[in-house]
């Protein structure tokens, strides 16, 4: 296959696999408030955030096997591959063990410094249950799958993760609503995941002529600690605000947030799955550089990042409010409406979401250590404004800390990107940014003229199409009168299939 092929088909299943994983998040919270209560799912959320340590290192380390990854596959040199994919091996299977004792650790410190509502040992159960298919991931199949993401054929991991999802969703749902105990529903699902490692290894070495036997003098995986200190730091980031809450606040707070973060998960997993594809594109043409093409891509690949994020938060900011009062229907033990807090969350999602190719770009072109003080920053700057303000603002002080942290990180990708890898206008960032302001500005102040009340998901789900209708037109109607010439060269490419 080719490699526009590749992006199509990779970023075609990315996205199946992110609705379907989008579709999970958002049908199993209200089933586990509905049959356990709010502060059973704050805490379920809790959980799940103090051990997505487990996704910072896959994602920290994977970036940079991946970077080392390109030139080899590049070159067809299978000596290399083995070396690179063997140091890494080593490395995550250090990094399952020491997950497995941080597991241990979270079992015995957490129900200490939380509001459980379940008693120690069966907090710790369920602890244990939602690790295990983390640490199974690290033992047994990371590598097949950054070797597959690598080489541009993460398709195979996506439609086998999707199954998974798939699988483990419809056992959660028949065992909740059949009055199994939490514990029993999250042992059930761990042991699903297990099989995922497994079909990878049966793939890999189908495909593949890797030789773990292989010696080597030296590092093959070049700065490989600066890419885990950089997403060590993402980590922090993204999950930083529910560690704040949990500390500093209490689980129904901890629940109205995970609701929120659901929708602003979903968001960044559709442009995720939007960019996955360009990983392994853009960091091959770097390895062969191929300078022209890359800058022609990247620009296509802006493109498509920008006007998307326009018409996603374009439709949000208009239906968020409206969706959480009918998801959250049945929840009387809080309050789930917060306005101010929604959209300044909203708000630093959309910057999370825009910065996406430059990070992207920055990662392929394996430039961690340079980049790395940036991420530290943010981290800093989020943790500080957040606990400064949760005092007194709860839920709206940690989205303002978020949000500035957000628009600094951007800012620097955006500018280190210009002075040292592509080498493009920095004005062209802003004037896309400006773009995207306006479409959902306008879209906002003219949407308005639809009566946004909802009391069931028909009435909600009527809204949403003509919301999406209306935003979609009007958004891509403003982005194709702005940038005309990358609107025919995305038209060029949907043609031709060719890069």
């Known amino acids: 296959m080719s490699r526009a092929i590749k992006l199509v088909l990779n970023s075609g299943l990315s ?3 992110q609705i379907v994983v989008v579709i999970s998040g958002f049908v199993l919270p209200p089933l586990i408030i509905k049959y356990y209560g709010s502060s059973a799912n704050g805490l379920v959320a809790s959980i799940s955030n103090f051990l997505a340590f487990f996704a910072l290192t896959e994602m920290g380390m994977g970036a940079v096997v991946r970077a080392s990854l390109y030139k080899p596959l590049a070159m067809n040199d299978s000596v290399e591959i083995s070396k690179v994919l063997l140091s890494s091996r080593k490395f995550f299977t250090k990094i399952g063990v020491f997950l497995l004792l941080y597991t241990i650790v979270l079992i015995f410190v957490f129900p200490f410094v939380s ?15 939602i690790a295990i298919g983390s640490i199974s991931q690290y033992l047994f199949g990371i590598v097949y799958d950054q070797l597959l993401n690598a ?3 993460a398709y195979v991991s996506l439609v086998i993760s999707s199954l998974v999802v798939v699988l483990t969703t419809i056992v959660s749902v028949v065992l909740i609503r059949h009055n199994y105990s939490l514990h029993v529903v999250k042992i059930a699902t761990a042991g699903i995941f ?3 490692p497994l079909l990878l290894q049966l793939y890999v ?40 809450l949990t500390f500093f606040s209490n689980l129904k707070i901890v629940s109205i947030y995970y609701v929120y973060h659901l929708i602003s998960n979903g968001l960044q997993s559709i442009v995720s799955s939007l960019s996955n594809g360009f990983y392994s594109l853009l960091g091959d043409m770097y390895a062969k550089k191929e300078e022209d093409l890359l800058k022609r891509t990247f620009s296509l690949f802006e493109f498509i990042i920008h006007t998307s994020v326009a018409i996603m938060f374009s439709v949000t900011f208009l239906l968020i409010l409206p969706f959480v009062h009918v998801y959250t229907m049945e929840a009387h033990d809080a309050n789930y409406i917060q306005p101010l807090f929604a959209y300044i969350f909203l708000m630093a999602t959309m910057f999370f979401c825009v910065r996406t190719p430059y990070y992207i770009m920055v990662q392929s072109a394996g430039h961690f250590k340079e980049t790395q003080n940036s991420a ?17 603002y709860d839920l709206v002080g940690v989205a303002i800390g978020t949000l500035l942290a957000m628009i600094y990180r951007t800012f620097y990708l955006v ?19 400006i773009i995207d302001v306006v479409c959902v500005m306008v879209c906002f102040k003219i949407g308005s003229i639809f009566s946004l009340q909802c009391n069931d998901y028909f009435a909600f789900f009527v809204l949403g199409i003509k919301i999406i209708f209306f935003c979609t037109l009007l958004s891509l109607g403003i982005n194709i009168v702005t940038c005309p010439s990358d609107f025919k060269a995305l038209m060029r490419y949907i043609k031709c299939k060719s890069l």
């Open 205 to 244: 070495k189908k495909i593949y002529k890797i030789d773990f036997s292989v010696s080597y003098e030296g590092e093959p995986i070049k700065q490989k600690w600066n890419g885990l200190a950089q997403h060590f730091a993402t980590y922090v980031l993204k999950h930083s605000d529910i560690v704040v």
């Open 376 to 392: 530290i920053y943010e981290v800093l700057i989020n943790v500080v404004v957040s606990i400064t303000l949760v005092f007194n």
């Open 151 to 153: 080489s541009q054929r």
């Open 15 to 17: 996205l199946f696999y």
């Open 194 to 196: 297990v099989f995922k």
């Open 115 to 129: 509001e459980s509502c379940f008693d120690f040992v069966s907090t710790a159960i369920l602890i244990a249950a």
């Open 415 to 433: 500018h280190y990107l210009s002075k040292n890898v592509l080498y493009l206008p920095f004005t062209n960032f802003l004037k896309r940014v």
